[in-house]
């Protein structure tokens, strides 16, 4: 309702034009996530549909899309096959119960409490194994029924690469060569539904013997969703306690996660508590109409936002466009072919891999690589329950150490009152445009929300700021990634940051991650007496620069 206050008809083309587009990329990757998750494809579509109208309509980010996602493809399949598809039901409400409670409890913050090396970890491992699921496909390998651990679904493949169809790895090439060459030809052309549609009417015009989403489940039923209330056995509450708890923190975490990406591309800000009780009511309404688990999607979030989202209307619009598919034109998935969804979610795995914070992780202390490692080989080798408690453990007792290590004795003397003349500012000038914050106590996982509320409206700040580290006891990888946030958000508004005053365990990790890149040697300073210097010279070149460009201006003839 606060975002219908001064609805127009203009806003409401331009939540139409955006809810259309996201509602036709969301199309393959819904039944992609539904496939892969051992579950049919429409129950990927039904998920988006019903989830994907909640989350929108009751959630607390202007222009959030929910559905299926990457996140749940392995605790999804592992449920189903330990419990079957009531038990994946169970779950499914336990987890929307669990995620109404944290938000109508304001347990909404306690997900920043998650290290980044644990999120990196799992992110990873779920990333790995959603692509060794699609290998199959993708080469159109004929094997028997596949395991569900890591290890022997590589066996299996390997024993049965002699079985290969080349028809369908060449429609899995061409499908994966469109995906990647769209964003370069049109970004507002998902390339995603042009491979579905192309290689869709290519193996149905020629007639190749590929597996399809109709050979392999009967096709599409076409209508509404079918309301059915599950059958819950008593007995499997407590054995899927566990699988619940981390399908409600997952949920929970990447729904948020979307929710913080939305807000730096719009300038908004969510409400966390609320979008987790929409969460949960979608989690509970999905698999009474047949739905799988569902969550804030951020590369459908995100490409809402790109296609002109003002409002959550166009979410809603998305998951309207997917129920008229389902209406109209559900027969002709039939011919879908499942080696072109492999390509689809081969891509999917890469996007959310973050592959390339690796190297950042490998950067950081021994510690944080730790975190990292034994994380991302539980999610691939035992079970992503247990990796996210294992790692949750481990990052709370490196939490510990490193607030232990914070606590120092020491004698004064009169070199230490010395030194830190330097450090004092009550005795300093500030300088004209230039802002001052600080940092005070240990910057870890769990308190790096507290720099982006300050820092929230970049407006208020001048052309040079100075983030004072004096006070600053404790750092790790989730404060590092903050501070290099900030640190590109500022550099993108046109303005400078000097960081000054980092003691001994901060700096080392600066200098080891090679934070320096981010900002310049020469933006590092020892003190904020050095800063307030350095300010003063950058302030004096604008002053300069300024007055170049006045004269040469004054110079050109009219």
Not at 136 to 144: A, I, S, V
Request: net charge positive; glycine share 10%.
């Amino acid at each position: 309702m606060l975002c219908l206050r001064g609805y127009n008809a203009a806003l409401f083309f331009q939540d139409v034009i955006a809810g259309l587009t996201v509602g036709l990329v969301a199309l393959p990757l819904a039944m992609a996530f539904g496939i892969a998750s051992g579950v049919t494809p429409q129950a990927g579509l039904y998920t988006a549909v019903v989830a994907g109208f909640v989350i929108s309509a009751l959630g607390g980010s202007r222009t959030q899309i929910g559905g299926p996602t990457g996140a749940f493809v392995v605790i999804v399949a592992g449920i189903i096959a330990r419990f079957g598809l009531s038990g994946l039901a169970l779950v499914t409400v336990m987890a929307g119960a669990l995620l109404i409670v944290m938000g109508a409890t304001g347990l909404g913050s306690a997900v920043k409490f998650i290290p980044r090396p644990v999120t990196i970890g799992f992110t990873n491992g779920i990333a790995l194994l959603i692509a060794s699921t699609q290998i199959k496909d993708f080469l159109g390998l004929r094997t028997p029924s596949m395991p569900g651990d890591f290890p022997g679904r590589m066996k299996v493949l390997l024993e049965h690469l002699g079985t290969l169809q080349w028809a369908a790895l060449t429609v899995a090439l061409i499908s994966l060569a469109i995906i990647l060459v769209m964003p370069r030809i049109s970004r507002r052309i998902p390339g995603s539904i042009i491979a579905l549609f192309l290689c869709t009417i290519g193996v149905a015009i020629f007639h190749l013997p590929l597996e399809t989403i109709g050979s392999k489940f009967g096709g599409i039923p076409q209508g509404f969703p079918p309301f059915s209330f599950p059958h819950f056995r008593a007995a499997h509450i407590m054995p899927l306690l566990p699988s619940a708890f981390t399908v409600a923190m997952l949920a929970a975490v990447e729904s948020l996660l979307s929710a913080v990406v939305a807000d730096g591309m719009t300038g908004d800000s969510h409400n966390s508590n609320m979008e987790l009780v929409a969460q949960g009511i979608a989690n509970l309404m999905s698999p009474l109409l047949g739905g799988i688990p569902a969550t804030g999607a951020i590369a459908r979030t995100a490409t809402n936002i790109r296609s002109g989202a003002r409002t959550p209307v166009a979410g809603m619009i998305h998951a309207i466009t997917l129920l008229g598919i389902l209406l109209v034109a559900a027969p002709l998935a039939s011919y879908v072919p499942l080696a072109t969804l492999a390509a689809v979610l081969f891509v999917v795995s890469w996007n959310m891999g973050e592959w390339r914070e690796i190297g950042t992780i490998l950067k950081l202390s021994k510690t944080d690589i730790s975190v990292w490692i034994t994380t991302f080989a539980l999610t691939v080798f035992a079970d992503l329950t247990v990796a996210v408690g294992v790692g949750m453990a481990l990052a709370a007792l490196l939490y510990i150490r490193r607030i232990a290590e914070t606590t120092t004795v020491a004698t004064v003397t009169h070199e230490y009152l010395k030194e830190g003349v330097a450090h004092v500012l009550q005795d300093k000038e500030i300088p004209a445009n230039t802002t001052i914050l600080r940092i005070h106590g240990p910057f870890l996982f769990g308190t790096t929300e507290k720099l982006v509320e300050v820092t929230r409206d970049l407006n208020k700040f001048n052309t040079v700021v100075i983030l004072r580290l004096r006070n600053m006891t404790a750092l790790d990888a989730t404060g590092l990634h903050a501070i290099e946030r900030f640190a590109h958000r500022l550099h993108e508004s046109g303005r400078t940051l000097l960081i000054c005053g980092a003691r001994e365990q901060p700096a080392r990790l600066l200098e080891q991650a090679d934070f320096m890149s981010h900002i310049g040697r020469d933006n590092i300073l020892p003190h904020v007496q050095a800063a307030i210097e350095r300010a003063r010279r950058i302030n004096a070149d604008f002053r300069g620069l300024g007055m170049q460009l006045a004269t040469e201006m004054s110079h050109r003839p009219l």
